[in-house]
């Protein structure tokens, strides 16, 4: 079972910028694709990017596409969301995920951090 765990979220300012960590404690992260969500109050899970096992295969979601950078490092079982020019809309917590294959669908999705929040201000 692979246990994941989000960090680096905060309070910014509109433009501002923030760079979130998930963190695996599983040798055997590199076989898993990793994916980012996003769950703001009273809406759905939303997908916000993928990177593959060797990240070889990337995808974003066309609302952060731009502004957020998705990169791994196996060696050091981490996976990042560098994300720029944050806008209030960017506001929820946001998750890490784990799942055999690159799907975009978050009950296809494994294994799941508990969430870091992300608070844009305007």
């Known amino acids: 079972q692979v246990q994941l765990v989000e960090s680096g979220g905060g309070l910014v300012q509109a433009g501002g910028s923030l760079r979130l960590s998930c963190a695996a404690s599983?040798?055997?992260?590199?076989?898993?694709?990793i994916g980012w969500f996003r769950q703001a109050p009273g809406k759905e899970r939303e997908f916000v990017a993928v990177?593959?096992?060797?990240?070889?295969?990337?995808t974003y979601s066309d609302s952060v596409k731009g502004r957020f950078t998705i990169s791994r490092d196996n060696a050091k079982n981490t996976v990042a969301l560098q994300m720029n020019s944050l806008k209030p809309e960017d506001t929820a917590v946001y998750f890490c995920?784990?799942?055999?294959?690159?799907?975009?669908?978050?009950?296809?999705?494994?294994?799941w951090g508990k969430g870091t929040q992300v608070t844009v201000s305007s």
């Open positions: 599983e040798r055997t992260f590199s076989r898993y694709v």
């Open positions: 990177i593959s096992t060797w990240g070889g295969t990337i």
């Open positions: 995920a784990a799942a055999p294959n690159v799907v975009f669908t978050a009950r296809l999705y494994d294994y």
